[in-house]
């Protein structure tokens, strides 16, 4: 992309809150939010409040589809299947069907994927306490903010912007 046409992006990514355990012959995929992850959603979404957002996509996992909807971030939820216990490698190839007109997104998704995207393209722009804050420990209902400049097929690098664990 030339610089001339370059937007900047922004990409919010949020671990989903803690799940319950589930019951007897509820499989994974199911397994809703506990308290805890129902509030964790929710002090999420008073951090994106104010920050437009254009899309969301959530992994279909019943757990990160409500954290999607407890933060009350707006546009509509897209769930993707795909996202679904993403690795790396799937979260960057759904990032990379993201339409060139959006600049503001956020993915609701799981560990690993979720964490080691971050630690793979924070570059050496980003906030450092933010870095550190994630380096370690990536815990459910954990957020944060990278952007670039780029479309969203060549996010390579990123300017860690934001973090917040909501333990």
Request: glycine residues 8%; positive net charge; without cysteine.
């Given at each position: 992309?030339?610089?001339?046409?370059?937007?900047?992006?922004?990409?919010?990514?949020?671990?989903?809150?803690?799940?319950?355990?589930?019951?007897?012959?509820?499989?994974?995929?199911?397994?809703?939010?506990?308290?805890?992850?129902?509030?964790?959603?929710?002090?999420?979404?008073?951090?994106?409040l104010g920050k437009p957002v254009d899309m969301v996509l959530s992994s279909?996992?019943?757990?990160?589809?409500e954290t999607a909807e407890l933060t009350k971030v707006q546009p509509a939820?897209?769930?993707?299947?795909?996202?679904?216990?993403?690795?790396?490698?799937?979260?960057?190839?759904?990032?990379?069907?993201?339409?060139?007109?959006?600049?503001?997104?956020?993915?609701?998704?799981?560990?690993?994927?979720?964490?080691?995207?971050?630690?793979?393209?924070?570059?050496?722009?980003?906030?450092?306490?933010?870095?550190?804050?994630?380096?370690?420990?990536?815990?459910?209902?954990?957020?944060?903010?990278?952007?670039?400049?780029?479309?969203?097929?060549?996010?390579?690098?990123?300017?860690?912007?934001?973090?917040?664990?909501?333990?």
């Amino acid at each position: 992309m030339s610089p001339s046409i370059a937007a900047t992006r922004t990409l919010y990514l949020l671990r989903h809150g803690e799940a319950a355990y589930g019951a007897p012959g509820v499989g994974d995929h199911e397994r809703p939010l506990a308290a805890k992850g129902r509030e964790q959603a929710a002090n999420a979404g008073v951090v994106l409040l104010g920050k437009p957002v254009d899309m969301v996509l959530s992994s279909t996992a019943k757990r990160a589809l409500e954290t999607a909807e407890l933060t009350k971030v707006q546009p509509a939820i897209l769930g993707k299947p795909e996202l679904y216990n993403a690795s790396v490698m799937r979260l960057r190839a759904v990032i990379a069907r993201i339409p060139e007109y959006v600049q503001r997104v956020l993915v609701v998704g799981h560990s690993p994927g979720i964490p080691d995207l971050v630690r793979l393209v924070a570059d050496d722009r980003s906030d450092q306490a933010a870095k550190d804050l994630v380096r370690y420990s990536f815990p459910p209902g954990t957020l944060v903010g990278l952007d670039f400049i780029d479309s969203w097929g060549d996010l390579h690098k990123a300017r860690l912007f934001l973090a917040r664990k909501f333990v």
